[in-house]
């Protein structure tokens, strides 16, 4: 018997001395290929299983012309892109793919996380929240699809599936003056995907209501959101506060409660994204939902569609959002 050791991967060639057959043989049973008999193929197989071989999927792919990646850019700061890439995973493997993954960090940029996946020969390119121009996004649809997920992008050849932002922000504003609020203040993204149009969204839902809009500079993370905050108790306190993410929203929440103030006795406050930060029951923030599942199937499903050479309608899927209700907001006192 071939001992493979621990330190080696078992071969063919292991197969074949187990089921004392020939490494062709054994080739012809794992690539389902005519020429070997029911009882052969059972014996190969069950060699395989005891010394644990496992076909090189990878390696038969690429002696194709097709790897069967999906490329996908994320962000290691967005808490939202974790659940996002959950579903592109399940949405993949249904769909017979597998996901090679390139993070943007605070030390490596786009180009090189796009950079890697090119070199992987990834067959199309998933991008959640991308902050390259549009111009270079299309110079990008011109070597593989491209699909940006999480954010609007004008181009004729980069294909885009996201949430409504402005509608999920006006839901949330709607939530808070159903309540009773009337000193609502928004604590903004900056120029992250999607702040805009969260943005546009908060400041149409307060006039249609002929409240006064007042938004303050925030971002992605904690800190964002405690700096904000700070800024706020310099000053009269709003009775509610919208935020861009719940990542910033959970500082928000942490510089407050170590001021003293109540939330949501004295200050209600709604996040975005609803992630699992908001899902903590040390959070219980009520958040702007948005539905990862159809997200995700729809980026992979025109991601194929591009590869298949399938006529699409239109170039941009709009998800509709909707708001989950937690403990975080209540009438004002």
Do not use: K, W
């Not at 270079?136 to 997920?149: E, F, H, Y």
């Amino acid at each position: 018997m071939t001992r493979t050791g621990p330190e080696r991967r078992p071969t063919l060639a292991d197969v074949a001395a187990r089921a004392g057959v020939s490494t062709a043989l054994v080739s012809i049973v794992m690539r389902e290929a005519p020429g070997a008999s029911a009882a052969t193929r059972e014996r190969v197989r069950r060699a395989a299983d005891e010394i644990g071989y496992r076909p090189d999927s990878r390696a038969r792919l690429l002696r194709s012309s097709r790897s069967r990646l999906l490329g996908v850019v994320f962000g290691v700061q967005h808490a939202f892109h974790g659940d996002l890439l959950t579903g592109l995973y399940d949405a993949a493997e249904q769909a017979g793919y597998e996901l090679a993954l390139s993070a943007v960090t605070p030390g490596r940029g786009e180009q090189p996380a796009v950079d890697s996946l090119l070199r992987d020969r990834c067959e199309a390119l998933v991008l959640l929240g991308p902050q390259s121009p549009a111009a270079t996004l299309t110079d990008l649809a011109t070597r593989l699809p491209v699909v940006v997920l999480a954010r609007p992008v004008r181009s004729a050849t980069v294909d885009v599936v996201r949430t409504a932002d402005d509608e999920g922000m006006r839901l949330a504003v709607d939530h808070l003056v159903a309540l009773g609020h009337r000193d609502v203040v928004h604590v903004d993204g900056g120029r992250a995907p999607g702040a805009a149009e969260r943005r546009r969204g908060y400041r149409e839902a307060l006039q249609r209501h002929g409240l006064p809009a007042r938004v303050v500079a925030g971002g992605l993370t904690e800190d964002d959101g405690a700096a904000a905050a700070r800024r706020l108790l310099e000053g009269p306190l709003p009775s509610a506060v919208t935020v861009f993410n719940d990542r910033c929203a959970l500082g928000v929440l942490d510089v407050l409660r170590r001021a003293g103030r109540t939330v949501p006795g004295e200050v209600s406050v709604v996040g975005y994204d609803d992630s699992r930060i908001a899902r903590l029951s040390s959070v219980d923030l009520t958040s702007v939902a948005q539905d990862v599942e159809q997200l995700t199937t729809l980026a992979v499903g025109r991601a194929l569609a591009r590869l298949d050479g399938t006529p699409v309608d239109r170039r941009e899927l709009v998800v509709p959002p909707r708001l989950v209700v937690r403990s975080s907001t209540a009438p004002p006192s």
